[in-house]
């Protein structure tokens, strides 16, 4: 388990300017911010990296790509993506017959040296696993340890569904905000262990932010250390197995026949207050901006989120409008209501709105005013995933 990041590898931490996975249609931008392109020594590489799904041995032909709109005419901010979670490697491991949790770290430290002065200002929401994840939020906490709001959460989480969702009122991310994203995996129907990986088979917890003024910090996740391996065989973690002198992680990970022991025993890492976990904040230089050690696991949250009971909003009938159809029939239809109910049409011509706004864009080309419309043209069932970053020449 290395975290050297040296050679084209590396451009997976660099910054990405569009994402596309499985379900997601074209986005269309803020008026008031965009994705820069070009005019700086980080962005002489643009890197197009597709990850298809091949179910057999025959042979494929895709005309998968993208299509980005840009201007010279420069919006008010520079936007940038940043991902959060856990990062993709062994220590993302899905037992095998069993429901369990996942937890990715953004620490206060990495908020603290890789954000601006003021923070910055979320606006979007891609939430991203791969088919054994069936919920996944992501808790934001204040300094102080103030909960707020998770910034986003989905209880039925679906692979083949997802796309960059505008949050519903923009969310401040501040110096020293810490970040829990914490990921489902339900592998009741899996004799054998799935580990962290790009393949669809493997899986991921990744959480994508769209955010303004771009940050220092383009990567804030956390993975598991050597250490967490010892404290975990100390735990009696794995009934008893070793890990070999020659043995690599993954390995070790998959020759374990006893996995009954593991949640309990990486809950209990987690609390026990030790330096067992590896904190990953990188710049879109692919540089750390702290130091890749020591962290503990937990945030101390002094101040809860109480989420709203939203099964407690009692429906009301409202008046029943009636149409008379051509053929003379009267008819009536009857509406609910809650004490939410203009919200709920409120995001609703809002969302109408954008489809319009988006169809009318896919329709008619783009115009000077448009940045970035990060997109799909023809795509094959078979593709999971697509992502362009740009990287720093390192070659």
Known sequence: HSHNLGGLHACNFAQPVATWAVGGEAVLLGADYGFPLGGAETRETLLLELHLDVADEAEHTTSAGVRIYYTEKLRQHDAAIVVVGGNVDEFLVAPPGMVSDRVGYCTGACTQAGLPEDGVTIVASLLHMHT?????????????????????????YDFNLQQFLWLKEPRKLERGDSLVTTCTYDATQRAQVTLG????????????FFVYPAPQASVCLSTG????VGDLLQREAFGGDVIGADEGLGDFFESVTDYSKLDPALRAAEASGKALFTPICLSPAVEYLVDPSGLVAGVNIT???VEEDVCALRPTVTDAPTTTTSGGDVVTTTQLATT???ESESTSAQTQSLESESESVSESGPSSEQQIDAASTTLVNTMTVLVVVACVALW
Not at 132 to 156: C, F, K, W, Y
Not at 225 to 228: C, I, K, P, Q
Request: hydrophobic share 30%; glycine share 6%; net charge negative.
């Open 225 to 228: 250390s050597s250490a967490l």
């Open 132 to 156: 054994l994840g069936t919920r996944m939020r992501t808790q934001h906490v204040r300094a102080d340890g103030t909960e707020l709001e998770p910034i986003d959460s989905n209880d039925h």
């Open 197 to 208: 990986g790009e393949a669809t088979s493997a899986e991921m917890c990744l959480h994508y």
């Open 303 to 305: 101040a809860p989120f």
């Open 340 to 342: 939410t109910s203009s």
